[in-house]
Each structure stands twice: as C-alpha cells, then as structure tokens.
C-alpha cells in the first residue's frame, strides 16, 4: 500500500464510527442522505480523474479540489481514528496527498 492510498480500510471505518457518534444511532450507521445519482458521479468522478483534479463534493453539490475533501474528511474523522489509534498513520500517509 503506498502513501497516496491513504488507508482505505481505517478511513471508512472512522467515518462509520464518527456518523454513528453524530447521530446517536447506537450501531445502525450512516446511511446516504444523497440521491444514488448523485454517489454515483462523484464516485465516477474519482475514479476518472484521481487526486490530480477536481472531484465531486456531494455536500456543497459542487466540483471542487480531490486534497480539500481528504483534509475535510481527516478532520471529520480525527476523533473516531484517534480512539482507535489510528490518527497518527492515517494522517502521515495523507500527507503526501
């Protein structure tokens, strides 16, 4: 795993994890509150243009830096990785991002 991949096991468990606390769902996790249509481009738009360009952001609805997502996403996510203990390796391989 090289440092631009910045753990995609640790990351969705965090957002998981920090949702849940957010919601006080107890377990039953986050569900989408986008339209499938909308996932589906923003995915789309990562997986065709990588970190390099901009890509989706389903929360503003608009098209935006690949780097400012990930920098909201660490800092959305740093309490459940901190607790976890996973803060420190997830945010240095996503350093070089």
Same mark, same amino acid.
């Given at each position: 795993? $090289?440092?631009?991949?910045? =753990? @995609?096991?640790?990351?969705?468990? #965090?957002?998981?994890?920090?949702?849940? +606390?957010?919601?006080? %769902?107890?377990?039953? $996790?986050?569900?989408?509150? =986008? @339209?499938?249509?909308?996932?589906? #481009?923003?995915?789309?738009?990562?997986? +065709?243009?990588?970190? %390099?360009?901009?890509?989706?952001?389903?929360?503003?609805?608009?098209?935006?830096?690949?780097?400012?997502?990930?920098?909201?996403?660490?800092?959305?996510?740093?309490?459940?990785?901190?607790?976890?203990?996973?803060?420190?390796?997830?945010?240095?391989?996503?350093?070089?991002?």
């Amino acid at each position: 795993m $090289g440092p631009e991949t910045c =753990h @995609p096991r640790r990351l969705p468990r #965090a957002l998981n994890l920090r949702r849940r +606390r957010q919601n006080g %769902d107890g377990g039953v $996790g986050y569900q989408a509150a =986008h @339209p499938p249509g909308v996932l589906h #481009a923003a995915h789309w738009c990562a997986s +065709r243009y990588g970190l %390099d360009a901009g890509i989706l952001d389903v929360e503003a609805r608009c098209i935006i830096q690949a780097r400012e997502i990930v920098k909201s996403l660490l800092g959305f996510t740093r309490p459940a990785l901190e607790d976890a203990g996973d803060w420190e390796e997830v945010s240095r391989s996503c350093v070089t991002l």
